[in-house]
């Protein structure tokens, strides 16, 4: 079992595995070593044992790296959907076992039930279980990359509104220790109306007896506004407003917030 790359992440998933037992090679631009583990000074060295795990920054990093020499490639470094469907394809054209995954955690809950990996394709390999909570999405290799950045799209989307927020409410001198406990509630709330928002938008029917989006263009205006009084930065709710506003302009300003999927879908 070897693993390319001894970053953050790559480090982690190195020191699982042999935590777990396995006999474990590590390879690393920069000569690093693990405990535990044996280093070697080039990836072909590494291709050797039956399983490669990669988790490099990037795909174009990655890329030159490959070789048909490797026997199974359990690819976890992150890329797009195109980037997984193209090395998903090297590899069968090269006859090389492909797992394409990726990690929904830190790499300090590497090991634990709270790192999932989410993985596509028509492959799997145990050695997933050694790093957390293996979730199979389907047999199109691109599936795991798509999950990934729609879900770390989520995650950002909510962090910036965080700061957001954060930066609004400290101009009054509230403290986050304060402010957060609402917050987490609120995304608690918030994320109760995300079934009906989904249906809405694969029906794309999008009545409503909640929220109209005309309300909600309304108050997108105010946040700007406050945070303009302020003298914020207005890039996150200018954005959100525009938006939202292209979708009511277009006839959808009794619809529920769903409808903004049209204006993205464009
Ligand atoms: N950290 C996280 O929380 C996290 C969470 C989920 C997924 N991931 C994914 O895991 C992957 C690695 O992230 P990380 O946090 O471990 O990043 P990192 O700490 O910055 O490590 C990057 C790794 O890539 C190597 N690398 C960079 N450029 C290279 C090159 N030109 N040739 C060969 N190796 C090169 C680095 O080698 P050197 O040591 O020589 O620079 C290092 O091993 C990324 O795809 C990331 O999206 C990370």
Same mark, same amino acid.
Request: hydrophobic share 40%.
């Given at each position: 079992?070897?693993?390319?790359?001894?970053?953050?992440?790559?480090?982690?998933?190195?020191?699982?595995?042999?935590?777990?037992?396995?006999?474990?090679?590590?390879?690393?631009?920069?000569?690093?070593?693990?405990?535990?583990?044996?280093?070697?000074?080039?990836?072909?060295?590494?291709?050797?044992?039956?399983?490669?795990?990669?988790?490099?920054?990037?795909?174009?990093?990655?890329?030159?790296?490959?070789?048909?020499?490797?026997?199974?490639?359990?690819?976890?470094?992150?890329?797009?959907?195109?980037?997984?469907?193209?090395?998903?394809?090297?590899?069968?054209?090269?006859?090389?076992?492909?797992?394409?995954?990726?990690?929904?955690?830190?790499?300090?809950?590497?090991?634990?039930?709270?790192?999932?990996?989410?993985?596509?394709?028509?492959?799997?390999?145990?050695?997933?279980?050694?790093?957390?909570?293996?979730?199979?999405?389907?047999? @199109?290799?691109?599936?795991?990359?798509?999950?990934?950045?729609?879900?770390?799209?989520?995650?950002?989307?909510?962090?910036?509104?965080?700061?957001?927020?954060?930066?609004?409410?400290?101009?009054?001198?509230?403290?986050?220790?304060?402010?957060?406990?609402?917050?987490? @509630?609120?995304?608690?709330?918030?994320?109760?109306?995300?079934?009906?928002?989904?249906?809405?938008?694969?029906?794309?029917?999008?009545?409503?007896?909640?929220?109209?989006?005309?309300?909600?263009?309304?108050?997108?205006?105010?946040?700007?506004?406050?945070?303009?009084?302020?003298?914020?930065?207005?890039?996150?709710?200018?954005?959100?407003?525009?938006?939202?506003?292209?979708?009511?302009?277009?006839?959808?300003?009794?619809?529920?917030?769903?409808?903004?999927?049209?204006?993205?879908?464009?």
């Amino acid at each position: 079992m070897s693993v390319l790359g001894l970053g953050r992440m790559g480090s982690a998933l190195a020191t699982a595995l042999v935590g777990e037992g396995y006999d474990v090679t590590v390879w690393n631009r920069t000569p690093k070593t693990l405990p535990g583990a044996r280093s070697v000074a080039t990836p072909e060295e590494a291709f050797e044992t039956d399983v490669v795990v990669t988790c490099l920054s990037t795909y174009e990093v990655q890329q030159p790296l490959l070789s048909k020499n490797i026997k199974t490639l359990v690819n976890l470094t992150s890329g797009t959907p195109e980037q997984a469907r193209a090395t998903a394809e090297w590899a069968r054209q090269h006859g090389v076992e492909y797992v394409d995954g990726v990690i929904m955690a830190v790499p300090q809950q590497i090991g634990t039930e709270q790192a999932r990996i989410l993985y596509s394709g028509q492959s799997t390999h145990h050695v997933l279980d050694a790093f957390g909570e293996p979730v199979h999405l389907g047999e @199109d290799a691109r599936l795991a990359a798509l999950y990934d950045l729609a879900l770390l799209g989520i995650m950002w989307s909510v962090f910036g509104g965080y700061l957001q927020a954060q930066a609004l409410v400290q101009t009054a001198g509230v403290t986050p220790q304060q402010f957060t406990p609402l917050a987490t @509630d609120w995304l608690a709330t918030v994320g109760t109306f995300l079934p009906e928002m989904g249906e809405q938008t694969a029906h794309r029917n999008y009545e409503t007896e909640v929220s109209a989006l005309d309300i909600n263009v309304e108050g997108l205006r105010l946040l700007t506004r406050a945070n303009e009084e302020q003298g914020l930065d207005v890039t996150v709710p200018q954005a959100l407003h525009g938006l939202f506003q292209r979708a009511q302009s277009n006839g959808h300003g009794a619809h529920s917030i769903a409808s903004v999927i049209e204006e993205i879908r464009k």
